[in-house]
């Protein structure tokens, strides 16, 4: 069975699925109606953006009088806007939704247009990126004034940007382009823990996007697959984007807060001078630390690690020198920390394996891959790259992920091993630092105020 990550994300964090996949249908559903609304209304608006030309020429400039005096006739208005406004107000547009698999071709056949009108279409470098890098769910919408004519095409060549393309008959292309305003606004919200992350978050009114960043910032320091308890509580300040005034995406949170299991967590998000983007706490410390909670995202904890285990397979009593966690064949798993493949192959009951040289005498062990990642024998990785699959080779009850901890040789329980606290951010960059994130910090509190409030 193969289980997307958010499918994951729910399972283990208990939220009933039904219940999620609602408000995602919801969501969606919003944004079709939101296309289509604009769909309709950007023929008026770019029918409008067309005039404007007409009567800027027709109040702007040299005055009517003057030209009435010097008796020379008015100049015919150039007939390319007034046409295209008119021709822009009676468009039907035939709007088409990429359907997972289907190329620009396919759509044109559907359409009835000549794979000869694409291929011109294709000559243009911005086109041809446009038209052959489609995704399923994106949305075209067609001028078809008669069988077989193309005479406009309408897309998004970003979210704050559509493009109205016409094909004159002549063969050139006319390009417009709509921009459209988007706004973000700043938003918050605060809630206990009472069932699961997800559900919670959503009573306190956070989108799916929005949990998911909540459990990425501080995933460094609370292992939300087995750490979440009841009564934990979390206030977040977090933005929306909008595009013409409707909700468009979930944004970035700018400050979150977690209390779990009586410890409490910030975390702000500091833009860098050179545009880098990353969380830190109140006093400027990384949330990002040397090595993952977890090297694998949103798996069950299956077994912990005990010197007296007795074996699954085996029957005998053997040491547990790591912790299992139960995923589905083919889970990625990722290097807990920066490092390097010292070996890569298979060990005898540990089935294909991988060990990673941290440096400063850690090393890392996974075992029972299914498969290896692109990664060789001395490759250097980064935290959270991709370095094989979750399988059951070896000795194994069911396809899962052997973890170990070793630092100078000794096995050391992956779930209590302790670092020391990052280095806060330099002197200067923390003075910035501190001006950037005061407002949050103020909100947040302001958050957690109510959150006590309402105890
Ligand atoms: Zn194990």
């Not at 709007?95 to 000869?116: C, E």
């Not at 493009?163 to 008959?169: K, T």
């Amino acid at each position: 069975m193969r289980i997307d990550t958010r499918g994951r994300v729910r399972q283990s964090l208990g939220l009933v699925v039904g219940q999620c996949r609602r408000a995602v249908g919801a969501a969606a559903g919003g944004r079709h109606r939101h296309w289509y609304a604009l769909g309709l209304g950007s023929a008026v608006s770019l029918g409008m953006l067309l005039l404007v030309p007409t009567l800027a020429s027709a109040v702007g400039g040299e005055p009517r009088a003057s030209i009435e005096t010097t008796a020379m006739p008015l100049p015919p208005p150039s007939p390319q806007p007034d046409r295209s406004a008119a021709s822009s107000a009676s468009v039907e547009w035939t709007q088409v939704t990429i359907a997972p698999g289907q190329t620009m071709g396919d759509v044109f056949t559907d359409l009835g247009l000549s794979s000869r009108v694409l291929h011109e279409l294709l000559q243009d470098r911005e086109l041809k990126q446009r038209l052959t890098r489609i995704r399923a769910g994106e949305r075209f919408a067609f001028d078809i004034p008669e069988e077989g004519v193309l005479r406009a095409l309408l897309y998004d060549r970003d979210e704050a940007s559509r493009v109205r393309l016409a094909l004159n008959p002549d063969g050139t292309l006319e390009q417009d382009v709509l921009e459209r305003p988007m706004q973000r606004r700043v938003l918050s919200g605060t809630g206990r823990i009472t069932r699961s992350l997800f559900a919670d978050g959503e009573d306190a009114g956070l989108s799916v996007q929005v949990i998911l960043e909540l459990a990425k910032v501080f995933g460094y320091d609370i292992d939300f697959a087995q750490d979440l308890r009841e009564g934990d509580a979390f206030s977040v300040v977090y933005e929306e984007v909008y595009r013409e005034g409707e909700r468009l995406r979930s944004g970035d949170i700018l400050a979150a807060s977690f209390v779990n299991q009586g410890r409490r967590f910030t975390a702000y998000r500091y833009v860098f001078p050179d545009g880098r983007v990353e969380y830190f706490d109140a006093e400027g410390r990384p949330m990002k630390k040397g090595f993952l909670r977890m090297p694998i995202e949103f798996a069950r904890l299956s077994s912990r690690f005990n010197p007296n285990r007795r074996h699954p397979v085996l029957g005998t009593v053997r040491a547990h020198r790591g912790v299992d966690y139960a995923a589905a064949t083919g889970t990625p798993i990722m290097a807990a920390g920066d490092g390097r493949i010292s070996f890569i192959g298979t060990q005898r009951g540990y089935g294909r394996t991988i060990i990673l040289d941290h440096g400063n005498g850690i090393t890392t062990l996974y075992a029972h891959m299914s498969r290896f990642g692109r990664f060789g024998r001395g490759a250097r990785v980064r935290q959270g790259d991709v370095i094989g699959h979750v399988g059951a080779t070896g000795l194994a009850s069911g396809p899962h992920l052997h973890y170990e901890f070793r630092i100078k040789g000794v096995h050391r329980d992956p779930l209590k091993v302790t670092f020391p606290k990052p280095q806060p951010l330099p002197q200067t960059e923390l003075a910035r630092f501190h001006a950037q994130t005061q407002p949050w910090l103020a909100r947040i509190d302001l958050l957690e105020g109510r959150q006590l409030a309402a105890r």
